[in-house]
């Protein structure tokens, strides 16, 4: 976790209550040094700091902020974070903080149809999985502004709150995820619209983020990139934006790219592969396909993300 507090008073509140939650609190200098495989962290702010968000996510690393504030001075725009007044709201901070170790990753595709949506769903099974250390259940996102996921998993008739049910709706609840569509253990929300600014739902967040087209990084970068020409040099320009990204390699049929190649051209090797899917369009015919069901070989190499990256996906938040 880092901090740019400079007001003595919060700043001795939030030490406090940073060592309740039993995490490390780094003072920010442009020469702070982050632990190794740091895929995002928490800024905690008493005044706008897009200087620091810039040069954080420069490095790859995936920024949630957190203002405190102790009312008496003008934050500034701080944009989607969480503000809490202290020291009144101390407790609520610390509950925020520790809700925050789970992990909230975010998928991106180097191009489009790069199978986000279909990566999406078999890494949210993933970190659901108890077997791989999760708790039993995990939060799907539509974040791309297209609305597939209902058909992807056959939900298209399964009642439930979607995205456009949520107009104006700033939190997301725990409480809430019983009024969502549920395929297996995931809990679904989906459909078109803004995705509600705060998910305090204490459990694993996966959004499908949809094409990678620049901007801020929400959460843990994941990138599909496939192993085909266009796929592998549009990954290595989105990783020279957000290197921090974890980069699943997308086998494709009919693609005559030299696995090798395909390493050269992105530049760096991949996290996990993930191997073409001779069934995948045929069990999503017939609703097959999602948690619970069959994730296939999506499912085989989000399982080997959440495992390589176990340490990072945590909530990767230092």
């Keep these: ?4 507090v400079t007001t003595p008073a919060l700043v001795e509140e939030i030490t ?8 490390e609190l780094i003072t920010w200098d442009p020469d702070a040094s982050l632990s190794e495989g740091t895929g995002s962290v928490i800024l905690l702010q008493d ?3 897009p200087g620091v968000v810039a040069d954080l996510t420069a490095r790859g690393v995936a920024v949630r902020t957190v203002t405190v504030t102790d009312g008496t001075g003008d934050v500034g725009e701080v944009g989607e974070g969480r503000v809490f007044y202290l020291p009144g709201q101390a407790t609520d901070l610390a509950a925020h903080l ?6 909230d990753v975010a998928v991106y595709g180097a191009v489009g149809g790069a199978g986000t949506t279909t990566f999406a769903a078999a890494l949210a099974e993933a970190l659901a999985d108890p077997a791989l ?4 259940q995990a939060l799907l996102v539509e974040a791309s502004g297209h609305s597939a996921f209902d058909h992807l998993l056959g939900l298209e008739n399964t009642a439930g709150r979607r995205l456009p049910d949520l107009a104006g709706t700033s939190t997301l609840t725990a409480a809430m995820l019983r009024d969502l569509p549920w395929s297996g253990d995931v809990a679904v929300l989906s459909g078109t619209g803004p995705v509600p600014d705060y998910l305090d739902t204490a459990m694993p967040v996966v959004r499908d983020s949809g094409r990678w087209s620049g901007g801020e990084v929400t959460g843990r970068p994941v990138l599909v990139v496939p192993a085909t020409v ?9 990783l020279a934006r957000i290197p921090g990204a974890a980069v699943v390699l997308r086998g494709m049929p ?6 090798n190649d395909a390493l050269t051209l992105l530049g760096r090797a991949p996290e996990v592969t993930w191997d073409d899917d001779p069934f995948l369009t045929a069990e999503t015919d017939r609703g097959d396909f999602g948690p619970g069901q069959s994730t296939g070989t999506a499912g ?11 340490d990072s996906l945590d909530g990767g938040n230092s």
Excluded: F, K, Y
């Design 1 to 4: 976790m880092v901090t740019t």
């Design 16 to 23: 406090l209550i940073v060592a309740v939650t039993g995490r």
């Design 47 to 49: 005044a706008a700091s």
């Design 98 to 103: 520790g809700a925050a170790d789970h992990p």
């Design 133 to 136: 250390g999760g708790d039993g």
């Design 230 to 238: 266009p796929g592998a040099l549009a990954g290595r320009a989105a």
């Design 254 to 259: 009919r693609s005559d790219l030299e696995w």
């Design 300 to 310: 085989t190499a989000a399982a080997r993300l959440v495992t390589a990256l176990a």
